[in-house]
C-alpha cells in the first residue's frame, strides 16, 4: 500500500488477555518504530528496528511487552496480560532509513482499549 | 521527566493571522526536531524539521526556529487557515546517534483556527 497499514484499526480487551498489534509499513522502507500515546499524553516510544540490526528495545515499558519484525518488513507488537493501563493508541511509523532527513511516516494507529 | 515540553496545550487563533507555537527541551544531546501535525483519527503527519546547525527553517507557510540557547523553537504558521485546525506535536532526536528514529515529543498543542 501507499502508507503504513495498521490492524486492527480498534481493539476493546480484556483484563489478563493477550493482544497482537500488526503493522505493514511502507514497502522499501528498512526503519520500523512503535509508538504508543496515551489519553493526554504525547507520543511515547516503545521500540525500533532498523534492518537486521538488534531492534532497539528501550522504551518498552515492562517484559509483557515485545516485538518482532518478520522479513524486515511486518511487525507484530504483543502485550501479554493486558492491564487497564495499557489503553492507549498504539501507532506504527517507518522510514526509508534511520539517516538524518529521512521522514518518519506514521500509520493511522490502532486504538486498544482493555476493560 | 519530561525532555520536550509543549507547555500550551491549545491555541486559538482568526484566520489569516499568525500562529506561533512553541516548544522547549533540556537534553542537550537533541539535535534534530520535528514538527508534527496531527488531525483525530489519523496518525501524525510529518510537517517541517530543523537540524541544530541550523536557527531557521521556511516551508510555505510554516517556519521553525531554533534557539539552542535557550533550548526553545517555535512553529510560526502564516497566514493561519481553518485547515490547520489540528493537534501540532514538537519532537526532537540525536541525530547523531544510533537511534535517529526514537524521537521524543511533547504532549501537544490543540490550534484552533476561526474563519
Known amino acids: 500500500g501507499a502508507g503504513v497499514s495498521q490492524s486492527p484499526s480498534n481493539k476493546v480487551t480484556e483484563k489478563g488477555k493477550d493482544v497482537e498489534l500488526r503493522c505493514d509499513p511502507i514497502?522499501?522502507?528498512?526503519?520500523l518504530y512503535w509508538y504508543r500515546q496515551s489519553l493526554g499524553q504525547g507520543l511515547e516510544f516503545l521500540i525500533y528496528?532498523?534492518?537486521?540490526?538488534?531492534?532497539?528495545k528501550s522504551g518498552l515499558p515492562s517484559d509483557r511487552f515485545s516485538a518482532e519484525r518478520t522479513g524486515g518488513s511486518v511487525s507484530t507488537l504483543t502485550i501479554q496480560r493486558t492491564q487497564q493501563e495499557d489503553s492507549a493508541v498504539y501507532l506504527c511509523?517507518?522510514?526509508?532509513?534511520?539517516?538524518?532527513?529521512?521522514?518518519?511516516?506514521f500509520g493511522e494507529g490502532s486504538w486498544l482499549t482493555v476493560v | 521527566d519530561q525532555q520536550v515540553k509543549q507547555n500550551s496545550p491549545s491555541l486559538s487563533v482568526q484566520e489569516g493571522r499568525i500562529s506561533i507555537l512553541n516548544c522547549d527541551y533540556t537534553?542537550?544531546?537533541?539535535?534534530?526536531f520535528l514538527w508534527y501535525k496531527k488531525y483525530p483519527a489519523e496518525g501524525p503527519t510529518f510537517l517541517i524539521s530543523?537540524?541544530?546547525?541550523?536557527d531557521k527553517n521556511e516551508d510555505g507557510r510554516f517556519t521553525v526556529f531554533l534557539n539552542k540557547s535557550a533550548k526553545h523553537l517555535s512553529l510560526h504558521i502564516v497566514p493561519s487557515q481553518p485547515g490547520d485546525s489540528a493537534v501540532y506535536f514538537c519532537?526532537?532526536?540525536?541525530?547523531?546517534?544510533?537511534?535517529?528514529?526514537?524521537?521524543?515529543f511533547g504532549q501537544g498543542t490543540i490550534l484552533t483556527v476561526h474563519p
Open positions: 530543523i537540524s541544530s546547525i541550523k
Open positions: 511509523a517507518s522510514s526509508f532509513d534511520r539517516g538524518l532527513g529521512n521522514t518518519i511516516y
Open positions: 537534553n542537550s544531546m537533541f539535535d534534530y
Open positions: 514497502s522499501g522502507h528498512t526503519a
Open positions: 528496528f532498523q534492518g537486521n540490526s538488534a531492534p532497539d
Open positions: 519532537a526532537a532526536t540525536n541525530a547523531g546517534g544510533t537511534s535517529y528514529g526514537k524521537l521524543t
